[in-house]
């Protein structure tokens, strides 16, 4: 199970922590770890200790309140590889299916259960469990409920209302019409089962999918062109997981002309969503200093074992290792 935590992450914590006047824990400012471990170019994950420490100090300072509206930074975070994954969703259900994703990538010792969801209600009922022995703590549990309202109000979902429901029933209101209402002290239990209502339904951000196949297209276009509007498709959002029958009809096509064309151009329905991948990894390696992880994530490989097999299939090499080769510098 991962012991670190996206420096992202814990640079949202921080970003709120400053805007609310509040100094990191004079412990872990002195060690280094915090500081080094965010530096531009530096280690991109910060063991989980430290950002526990952070939460228990902010928690401790100004309430359980203030932890649940850490999410709310993330509508000012510019471009980041796995947000914008997670912005992407089109839809409740969606970005909760990605969120789970993302946490089983990373093998996070906590996951987010889905235990009801009805979409067309806005509804959802979710529980946060821990595959260890221990319990989530309730800072951690607020707040990754805060990140997931603030996700959701991200894709277009408002007016949220938010129970906390500890074990005998009693609903605690977290938030309201997308006001926090929890106060400062931190509930005794009861902070990992959460209930959410929205009114306002996300926009899709989907790719559109025409509800009829078009004319097919020339045979003077179809073998590379074709080829070259599927790889932008898979490149749109290579996290969404095209069947043929919607890549088709995203191409006005049938999924039998979509293979028959691919075929008659020498290509490969799997190969060029590979290869859309390999090169939004590629692309995301040179880009900034974030982690094979992340990157893996974003790129929408099912597991970093995954990202490294497909990505050594198409370069000859191993993720780290091209990035290492492709960003030395020049000799002289």
Same mark, same amino acid.
């Given at each position: 199970?991962?012991?670190?935590?996206?420096?992202?992450?814990?640079?949202?914590?921080?970003?709120?922590?400053?805007?609310?006047?509040?100094?990191?824990?004079?412990?872990?400012?002195?060690? +280094?770890?915090?500081?080094?471990?965010?530096?531009? =170019? =530096?280690?991109?994950?910060?063991?989980?200790?430290?950002?526990?420490?952070?939460?228990?100090?902010?928690?401790?300072?100004? !309430?359980? %309140?203030?932890?649940?509206?850490?999410?709310?930074?993330?509508?000012?975070?510019?471009?980041?590889?796995? #947000?914008?994954?997670?912005?992407?969703?089109?839809?409740?259900?969606?970005?909760?299916?990605?969120?789970?994703?993302?946490?089983?990538?990373?093998?996070?010792?906590? *996951?987010?259960?889905?235990?009801?969801?009805?979409?067309? =209600?806005?509804?959802?009922?979710?529980?946060?469990?821990?595959?260890?022995?221990?319990?989530?703590?309730?800072?951690?549990?607020?707040?990754?409920?805060?990140?997931?309202?603030?996700?959701?109000?991200?894709? %277009?979902?408002?007016?949220?209302?938010?129970?906390?429901?500890?074990?005998? =029933?009693?609903?605690?209101?977290?938030?309201?019409?997308?006001?926090?209402?929890? +106060?400062?002290?931190?509930?005794?239990?009861?902070?990992?089962?959460?209930? #959410?209502?929205?009114?306002?339904?996300?926009?899709?951000?989907?790719?559109?999918?025409?509800?009829?196949?078009?004319?097919?297209?020339?045979?003077?276009?179809?073998?590379?062109?074709?080829?070259?509007?599927?790889?932008?498709?898979?490149?749109?959002?290579?996290?969404?997981?095209?069947?043929?029958?919607?890549? %088709?009809?995203?191409?006005?096509?049938?999924?039998?002309?979509?293979?028959?064309?691919?075929?008659?151009? !020498?290509?490969?329905?799997?190969? $060029?969503?590979?290869?859309?991948?390999?090169?939004?990894?590629?692309?995301?390696?040179? @880009?900034?200093?974030?982690?094979?992880?992340? $990157?893996?994530?974003? @790129?929408?490989?099912?597991?970093? @074992?995954?990202?490294? *097999?497909?990505?050594?299939?198409?370069? !000859?090499?191993?993720?780290?290792?091209?990035?290492?080769?492709?960003?030395?510098?020049?000799?002289?």
């Amino acid at each position: 199970m991962s012991s670190f935590a996206s420096a992202a992450f814990v640079g949202l914590i921080l970003r709120r922590m400053a805007l609310a006047g509040l100094e990191p824990p004079a412990d872990v400012t002195a060690s +280094g770890l915090l500081a080094r471990a965010l530096q531009p =170019g =530096g280690n991109v994950q910060v063991a989980l200790a430290l950002k526990q420490a952070l939460l228990r100090h902010a928690a401790i300072e100004r !309430g359980a %309140g203030f932890l649940l509206g850490i999410g709310q930074g993330i509508h000012d975070m510019p471009s980041d590889p796995t #947000l914008d994954v997670l912005r992407r969703a089109a839809s409740a259900t969606d970005l909760l299916l990605r969120w789970q994703r993302l946490e089983s990538y990373h093998h996070s010792h906590h *996951r987010t259960r889905i235990e009801a969801l009805d979409e067309a =209600g806005g509804t959802a009922l979710l529980h946060h469990v821990s595959l260890g022995p221990a319990p989530p703590a309730a800072v951690e549990d607020i707040v990754v409920l805060g990140l997931l309202a603030a996700l959701l109000q991200a894709i %277009g979902c408002h007016g949220l209302e938010i129970d906390l429901i500890p074990g005998d =029933g009693a609903a605690l209101a977290a938030m309201r019409d997308d006001r926090i209402l929890l +106060g400062a002290a931190l509930p005794a239990d009861g902070t990992a089962q959460w209930r #959410l209502h929205w009114r306002q339904q996300p926009r899709s951000t989907a790719a559109p999918v025409s509800a009829e196949p078009l004319a097919e297209p020339s045979a003077e276009t179809a073998a590379g062109g074709l080829s070259e509007r599927l790889y932008a498709l898979f490149d749109d959002d290579p996290f969404r997981e095209w069947s043929l029958g919607e890549a %088709g009809r995203a191409l006005g096509l049938s999924s039998r002309s979509l293979q028959r064309r691919l075929a008659e151009a !020498g290509a490969g329905y799997a190969g $060029i969503q590979r290869d859309a991948r390999v090169k939004r990894a590629a692309r995301a390696m040179l @880009a900034g200093p974030a982690t094979l992880a992340e $990157i893996g994530y974003a @790129a929408g490989f099912a597991d970093q @074992a995954h990202f490294t *097999r497909e990505f050594r299939r198409v370069t !000859g090499m191993r993720p780290a290792e091209w990035r290492r080769v492709a960003l030395a510098p020049p000799p002289v």
